[in-house]
C-alpha cells in the first residue's frame, strides 16, 4: 500500500467519468485529494475570458456536487501552483500529484517545472492521440489520415467511480465565490439560459445530438437555423467530456453523417498539434509573409464588429449571438471572421482577442487555428482569394432568415444601420493586399 495520500490536481478535466488522473489514483488505494488551483497569472497572455470564467464557476460547482455524492470533495485553493500543491502535500501527508496534461504553451513551461520540483505523474485525457506521437503537419488531410491509420481504440472508456476513498482529515478549502470568477455586475443571463455547464450538462448535449441532430450532420452542420451540432464545444474544453466518450458513442454505429462529425473532432485534434509544434502562433502569423501585412487600425469599425452593428444581417446575427450566449455556429463564426480580417483588414489578433473573451468554449488551439486559416495566415489556412460574401452566405445557410430574425430583429428596418463598409469595393482593396505578398516558400504538403 502507498505509504501517502494521492492529490488529483483537476484543470480542464472536470468529470469523474473517463478520467485518467483519478482512475489511476484510485487504482492507486490511497485516499485521494481532489484539489482545484486557480492560478491565472500562470496562463498570461491568455488567462482565462470572462466567459470562460463563468462557464468554470459553474462546472467546479457541479464537478464538488458530483464528488460529494461519492464521499469526496473538491478542494479550492489559489495559485501559485507549484507552491500550493507543495503546501496541500505538507498538510495532508500526499506523496505524489497525478493531473491530465494541458497544451497550452505556457502551461507545457510550467508543468514541466513542478515535475521536475514534485513526484508527480501525468496523463492523457484530452486528445485521441498526444502531439509529440505524430510527426509534425501543417495541412489537415495527411496528419487526419496518419492518425486514423494509427487506429483510435476506444472500446471501453473507464466509468466514473462510485465511491472515492477519502483522507481522515480534510485540509482546507475556499469558498467558490473566493475565487471571483463570477462577473460583478451580472450580465450572464443569456449565457444562464443556453448552458448548463458539468459533467451531466455535458451527457445531455451528447444524448440529444445521438438522438435527433447526427444522422443529419452532413446536410445540416452549416444551418445556424438550425439545432444541427452538438454544441458540445464547451463541454470539451473543460473536459466535462473527453474525445474517446464522444468516439466511442458515435463510431460504432456512424454513418457517412456520423464520420463527417467525427472529422470535426480531428480538426480540434489537428489544433492541438498546431499548437504544440508552432507555439508561436498565438499572436504571431505561422506563413512568416504575413507579418508584412498591411492591416489597419480602425477602433469604430471594430467597435460596430464586435456590437453586431456592421449592417450585414448575418455577421450582425452572429456577433450579437455570440454577446448573448457566448456561443457562435461554425459558419456563421468564419463570416464573421472574414469580414473582420478581410472586409476591414482589421488584424486576427483583434478578433481572436474578442472571441477569447467572450466564447464560452475559448480554447487557445482552436481560437489559433481558427483565426489563422480565415485570414490565411496559418496551417491549412483559407486561400487568401476565399473571401465570404456575408449576403450570399446568408441567402445559402439562412434561407429563410429564421437565425436573422432571432437576433437582428431590426434587419430591413428604417432602424437597422446601412453597411459600414461595400463589400465588392472590400473584397477588391483586401486581394490587392494580399497579393502583394512575397509568395511563401514553405512546403505545405506535411
Known amino acids: 500500500m502507498p505509504s501517502g495520500a494521492t492529490i488529483v490536481w483537476f484543470r480542464l478535466d472536470l468529470r469523474l467519468t473517463d478520467n485518467p ?9 490511497a485516499p485521494i485529494i481532489p484539489v482545484f488551483i486557480w492560478a491565472p497569472e500562470e496562463e498570461h497572455p491568455w488567462a482565462p475570458g470572462a466567459a470562460s470564467r463563468w462557464w468554470l464557476h459553474h462546472s467546479l460547482a457541479a464537478l464538488d456536487a458530483d464528488l460529494r455524492t461519492r464521499g469526496s470533495r473538491l478542494v479550492l485553493r489559489r495559485g501559485p501552483s507549484l507552491e500550493t500543491l507543495r503546501t496541500l502535500m505538507r498538510e495532508t501527508g500526499a506523496d505524489v500529484v497525478f493531473w491530465n496534461r494541458r497544451y497550452e504553451p505556457a502551461l507545457i513551461a510550467r508543468d514541466k517545472q513542478i515535475k521536475a520540483s514534485l513526484p508527480a505523474e501525468s ?9 509529440w506521437e ?12 496518419a492518425v486514423l491509420a494509427r487506429g483510435i481504440r476506444v472500446d471501453r472508456t473507464p466509468p466514473a467511480p462510485t465511491r472515492l476513498p477519502a483522507p481522515a482529515t480534510w485540509p482546507s478549502s475556499l469558498p467558490l465565490d473566493a475565487l471571483e470568477l463570477l462577473p460583478k455586475i451580472d450580465w450572464a443571463a443569456g449565457l444562464r439560459a443556453a ?44 473536459g466535462e467530456i473527453g474525445p474517446r466518450q464522444i468516439w466511442a458513442a458515435v463510431a460504432p454505429k456512424a454513418d457517412a453523417s456520423g464520420w463527417g462529425y467525427l472529422r470535426q473532432l480531428g480538426w480540434r485534434e489537428f489544433a492541438h498539434h498546431l499548437l504544440y509544434h508552432f507555439p508561436h502562433t498565438t499572436d504571431r502569423p505561422l506563413r512568416p509573409e504575413f507579418e508584412q501585412f498591411p492591416w489597419q487600425t480602425d477602433p ?15 455577421v450582425d446575427a452572429g456577433m450579437r449571438e455570440l454577446w448573448t450566449t457566448g456561443w457562435m455556429h461554425n459558419r456563421v463564426r468564419m463570416v464573421v471572421a472574414s469580414f473582420l480580417v478581410k472586409d476591414l483588414l482589421i488584424p486576427w489578433q483583434e478578433g481572436a482577442r474578442w472571441f477569447w473573451d467572450t466564447l464560452v468554449d475559448a480554447d487557445l488551439a482552436n481560437n489559433t487555428l481558427g483565426w489563422q ?25 439562412d434561407p429563410n432568415s429564421d437565425y436573422i430574425r432571432r437576433w437582428v430583429p431590426e434587419a430591413g428596418t428604417p432602424a437597422y444601420p446601412a453597411p459600414i463598409v461595400n463589400h465588392d469595393e472590400a473584397r477588391r482593396r483586401a486581394l490587392q493586399a494580399f497579393e502583394k505578398l512575397p509568395r511563401a516558400t514553405t512546403e505545405d504538403t506535411e
Not at 505524430?134 to 489520415?145: A, D, E, G, L, S
Not at 445530438?209 to 454544441?231: C, G, H, I
Open 21 to 29: 488522473a483519478l482512475t489511476a489514483a484510485v487504482q492507486r488505494g
Open 123 to 131: 496523463f492523457n485525457s484530452a486528445l485521441l492521440v498526444e502531439p
Open 134 to 145: 505524430m510527426k509534425t503537419y501543417r495541412v489537415f488531410t495527411p496528419f487526419w489520415r
Open 195 to 238: 448552458w448548463k455547464p458539468g459533467e451531466a450538462g455535458a451527457q445531455e448535449q451528447l444524448r440529444r445530438f445521438l438522438k435527433s441532430a447526427v444522422l443529419e450532420y452532413t446536410a445540416n452542420r452549416n444551418r445556424p437555423d438550425l439545432p444541427a451540432t452538438s454544441r458540445l464545444s464547451p463541454h470539451l474544453h473543460f
Open 300 to 314: 469604430d469599425r471594430l467597435r460596430a464588429w464586435q456590437r453586431g452593428r456592421t449592417g450585414y444581417p448575418l
Open 373 to 397: 486559416w480565415t485570414a490565411g495566415c496559418g496551417a491549412d489556412a483559407a486561400p487568401y482569394f476565399r473571401i465570404f460574401n456575408p449576403t450570399s452566405q446568408a441567402e445559402k445557410f
